[in-house]
T-cell receptor, first 110, second 114 residues
Framework: EDQVTQSPEALRLQEGESSSLNCSYTVSGLRGLFWYRQDPGKGPEFLFTLYSAGEEKEKERLKATLTKKESFLHITAPKPEDSATYLC???????????FGKGTTLSVSS | SQTIHQWPATLVQPVGSPLSLECTVEGTSNPNLYWYRQAAGRGLQLLFYSVGIGQISSEVPQNLSASRPQDRQFILSSKKLLLSDSGFYLC?????????????FGEGSRLTVL
């Protein structure tokens, strides 16, 4: 069964304290790995797509990387406005829908 | 630009009552449409998706149903709600054709079943 596991469940950082979030997946024939950001009470917002091992994408203080079994979302010098839940997702076997992980809730304090 | 509207934003319903959540997309044609549910402590769970009018695929057997009466309208319904139906319901769309994985979500509808 296709699965997406994210860790840690929650992460508290001080402003400027860099860290990484992990997303591991078990799906045969990866058709892409996707990162989303979700603010409390809102719908998720698309961040990145990664297609192949070794690929990297960057957006402001966020950088996503992909290996054959997992993806990392690196947050460099985070700010309080980076506080959110970060979700990763992969396509199901049929390629018809995204399977999401439970997310990592990031809190950045000043 | 494209927008997605979802309503109602919140609702509290008794067990056994019916449900209707509505979602509309503007600014695009023939989108793929999705209903997801996010329950406490669980990830986003895909409930239904649609690639066209009247075409509905169900991912999880349950007492919910979906309909797509118009190209950009997606409705989630139930005849009799269960306690386990409580959650945050999200409608999303993607560009028609092959699913690129980039979904655009609505603001969500928070349902509490008592």
């Amino acid at each position: 069964e296709d699965q997406v596991t994210q860790s840690p469940e929650a992460l508290r950082l001080q402003e400027g304290e860099s860290s990484s979030l992990n997303c591991s997946y078990t799906v045969s024939g990866l058709r892409g790995l996707f990162w989303y950001r979700q603010d409390p009470g809102k719908g998720p917002e698309f961040l990145f797509t990664l297609y192949s091992a070794g690929e990297e994408k960057e957006k402001e203080r966020l950088k996503a990387t992909l290996t054959k079994k997992e993806s990392f979302l690196h947050i460099t010098a985070p700010k309080p406005e980076d506080s959110a839940t970060y979700l990763c997702a992969v396509f199901n076997q049929a390629g018809t829908a995204l399977i999401f992980g439970k997310g990592t809730t990031l809190s950045v304090s000043s | 630009s494209q927008t997605i509207h979802q309503w109602p934003a919140t609702l509290v319903q008794p067990v056994g009552s019916p449900l209707s959540l509505e979602c509309t997309v503007e600014g695009t044609s023939n989108p793929n449409l999705y209903w997801y549910r996010q329950a406490a402590g669980r990830g986003l769970q895909l409930l239904f998706y649609s690639v066209g009018i009247g075409q509905i695929s169900s991912e999880v057997p349950q007492n919910l149903s979906a309909s797509r009466p118009q190209d950009r309208q997606f409705i989630l319904s139930s005849k009799k709600l269960l306690l386990s139906d409580s959650g945050f319901y999200l409608c999303a769309w993607s560009y028609g054709g092959a699913n690129t994985g980039e979904l655009f979500f609505g603001e969500g509808s928070r349902l509490t079943v008592l």
